[in-house]
């Protein structure tokens, strides 16, 4: 695998004009005093996203790629945690840290042919809880990339955040196979930015469950020329996905299951949700898949990459934590074995939430749980038993207060009972009957 | 129908307030819920609170999934489960 910039096929559109051409793309480098550093970006502008990973994929040894949406306090721990000293970032809240500087005051025309080996450091998308970081470099990322642009051409639309794994896998699809790539400006309306793709002709399109719900509720959905429906971070239900297949007759469906653990995943094309049990014994694009005790354990292919927060056993296979019934000839999702509950993409820790809870003054006990939700795969709903004798009213207005003061939105419970006491097993621990995920 | 109209509006009015600080936008027949301004998580805390009130989700319980557009859509959905749930 050679170097990013080398790669480049193709630049970068808003909507119908082009905002960096490929020659841009290829010809930018980092200012020779970021030469050595390791570089933390938190870019809200998916374009700046594309223009960074260019300019130092092979010229610095390390990228830390977060969200431009995660807190001040994680972008530190994480940053400390990845040894960078650097930080590229169009938010002012962080500009003012020492070692910050925006994109355009790091990057210079012209760069030296970039021999390093960059350390493509991605995180989990755990929005509660810090997020892991998991290290990659471009040949991992770029695995299933197709190397030949798709017949007729493909124009990818980006409606993902392009520091996620999913949406980092568009973007390196369509600069590397040569597909044309269109972003829309996520500070509009979602209304209009599927207006804005479809304008563009835009015929691949890659989203979780919960977005594609959500743009089938679009009046302008049918002007979306789509050839390829691509899902991802969720699991697909099938009424979801025989709804796309209504809305998109033309379209190829995939749902793809993928493990940012171990960095691979394979997709589905039949339209039915879950996997052929057949993938059991040989699945798609070289993983290798094991189902222990209705836990899934994943091979990726080529050499085993550890890392320190892997569960992985001695013949290479990761523990995904995604546990799977097996019924009909059909593998089926059932959620994660840790409680862990994905509110449209965003993984909620239940125990974060509880003690969020429990810290506000009257909550003598609270137990999270996930709660299916057609719309968002699930929703986090909250029992708490209160102290004798308070208002339930006020406490209720007392608790999501502390919840949004302390939380991420998607792990504010959106459903909140009051209880008068809970079941606990002999260890004194609470009883969480593990509930669906998605 | 009335009825389940004015408990829909009424119930979107609580979830506006609790994610939002300003008014509640109008809910015409023709008004696009995507351009009320709720995202796809009021959206779906909006759905789930009307399960709570209405004690039913149609969203659940069609057997075809269906995406309303505008609001007269969205009540109409509902009605059409009334009866079933």
């Known amino acids: 695998m050679s170097v990013l910039a080398r790669l480049v096929r193709d630049g970068v559109r808003v909507g119908g004009s082009v905002e960096v051409t490929a020659e841009a793309l290829r010809a930018t480098g980092p200012r020779r005093e970021l030469a050595s550093s390791r570089v933390a970006l938190v870019l809200r502008d998916p374009v700046d996203v594309v223009r960074a990973v260019c300019a130092l994929d092979g010229q610095v040894p390390a990228m830390l790629i977060l969200s431009g949406a995660t807190g001040a306090e994680a972008v530190s721990t994480l940053m400390r945690q990845a040894g960078c000293e650097a930080l590229l970032t169009d938010r002012e809240d962080l500009l003012a840290r020492p070692g910050a500087r925006r994109l355009e005051e790091a990057l210079t025309p012209g760069r030296q042919a970039g021999a390093v080996a960059t350390a493509w450091l991605m995180t989990t998308s755990g929005t509660t809880g810090l997020p892991k ?51 829309a400006d996520p500070r509009l309306p979602f209304g209009e930015q599927v207006a804005t793709l479809a304008a563009a002709g835009v015929t691949h399109l890659s989203m979780t469950p919960t977005l594609w719900r959500r743009l089938l509720m679009a009046p302008g959905r049918d002007a979306l020329p789509l050839r390829q429906v691509t899902l991802g971070g969720e699991v697909a239900d099938q009424p979801l996905l025989s709804a ?28 039915l949700a879950g996997f052929p049990e057949g993938y059991l014994d040989r699945a798609p694009d070289g993983v290798r898949l094991r189902l222990i005790d209705g836990m899934l354990w994943l091979k990726a292919p080529g050499a085993a990459r550890g890392g320190p927060n892997l569960d992985m056993d001695e013949d290479g296979f990761v523990r995904t934590g995604d546990r799977l019934e097996v019924a009909a000839g059909r593998a089926r999702f059932l959620g994660r074995d840790s409680g862990l509950i994905n509110v449209g993409g965003a993984k909620v820790h239940p125990e974060r939430v509880e003690a969020v809870l429990t810290a506000v003054p009257g909550v003598v006990m609270a137990k999270v749980t996930g709660r299916r939700s057609p719309m968002a795969g699930a929703l986090v709903a909250a029992e708490v038993q209160l102290a004798p004798g308070l208002d339930p009213a006020l406490a209720r207005r007392t608790i999501l207060d502390a919840c949004r003061a302390h939380l991420e939105r998607e792990a504010v419970p959106a459903i909140l009972r009051f209880v008068d006491g809970f079941e606990t097993n002999a260890a004194g621990k609470l009883v969480r009957t593990a509930q669906v995920e998605a | 129908m009335p009825q389940l109209d004015a408990t829909i509006r009424q119930v979107f009015g609580q979830i506006w307030q609790s994610e939002k600080t300003s008014p509640a936008p109008e809910l015409a027949p023709e008004t696009v819920l995507l351009d009320t301004g709720l995202d796809s998580l009021g959206f779906a ?23 309303p557009q505008t609001f007269a859509e969205f009540v109409a959905f509902y009605d059409r489960f009334r009866q079933a749930a």
């Open chain 1, 133 to 183: 970081i998991v290290p990659h470099d471009l040949a991992s990322l770029a695995r299933t990339v197709k190397r030949r642009p798709a017949p007729g051409g493909a124009v990818w639309g980006l409606l993902y955040d392009p520091s996620r794994f999913a949406g980092m896998q568009v973007v390196l699809q369509a600069l590397i196979g040569g597909d044309r790539l269109v972003v």
């Open chain 1, 244 to 271: 796309l297949a209504a809305a998109y007759p033309r379209a190829r469906i995939s749902h793809i299951y993928a493990s940012t653990e171990a960095g691979v995943g394979f997709s589905v094309t039949d339209g």
């Open chain 2, 45 to 67: 805390i909006f759905v789930s609170a009307l399960e709570e009130e209405l004690g039913y989700d149609p969203f659940a319980l069609s057997q075809d999934a269906y995406y």
